[in-house]
T-cell receptor, first 114, second 118 residues
């Protein structure tokens, strides 16, 4: 069965520091991978997506993610965090034999300190 | 602008009452979804619909019902059978339908409805 694991429930970083949020997936074939961000009381906004090709994908707001098949990972990174990046981040996987379903991780809450 | 509109933003339910959450999209998307979000549990799928007049149960469908009479609309009813309805409810839509072909299309989300018990 497909699954997504975000091992870090909560992360705190200083403003200007680099960030890496971890995401591991379980799926037998090539997955389609997504990262979303959610501000309090809001819906989810798509940050970036991976389908195929270049394993390093660029997204909005200066985020990037790298797909590593050997590690079944799709970690989200940002070189320099801004206070406005404080939010909840979700990794998701969709795949061909899941029909129209997506599978979401449980999320990582990011706190940014001055 | 195209998007997904959920209403109301806040909703209160009395004991034994059914309430309906609205979700409308003007993105011309085929598939629509309802998720429930509780703290620390991520998103759990309630129902989804790939086409008008058709829908499937998700992981936590008990106590909920849906309809899909129009492509643009996918309302969710929280029935009195749902004993713990307090949560944040998110509606999403996605272009494409059917197995496989459009699995790489992302879901687009509304801003959610927060349901509480009086």
């Amino acid at each position: 069965a497909q699954s997504v694991t975000q091992p870090d429930i909560h992360i705190t970083v200083s403003e200007g520091a680099s960030l890496e949020l971890r995401c591991n997936y379980s799926y037998g074939a090539t997955p389609y991978l997504f990262w979303y961000v959610q501000s309090p009381g809001q819906g989810l906004q798509l940050l970036l997506k991976y389908f195929s090709g270049d394993t390093l994908v660029q997204g909005i707001k200066g985020f990037e993610a790298e797909f590593k098949r050997s590690q079944s990972s799709f970690n989200l990174r940002k070189p320099s965090v801004h206070w406005s990046d404080a939010a909840e981040y979700f990794c998701a996987v969709g795949a061909q034999n899941t029909g129209n379903q997506f599978y979401f991780g449980t999320g990582t809450s990011l706190t940014v300190i001055p | 602008d195209g998007g997904i509109t959920q209403s109301p933003k806040y909703l209160f339910r009395k004991e034994g009452q059914n309430v309906t959450l609205s979700c409308e999209q003007n993105l011309n998307h085929d598939a629509m979804y309802w998720y429930r979000q509780d703290p620390g549990q991520g998103l759990r799928l309630i129902y989804y619909s790939q086409i008008v007049n058709d829908f499937q149960k998700g992981d936590i469908a008990e106590g909920y019902s849906v309809s899909r009479e129009k492509k643009e609309s996918f309302p969710l009813t929280v029935t009195s059978a749902q004993k713990n309805p307090t949560a944040f409810y998110l509606c999403a839509s996605r272009w494409g339908t059917g197995e496989g072909a459009y699995s790489n299309q992302p879901q687009h989300f509304g801003d959610g409805t927060r349901l509480s018990i009086l």
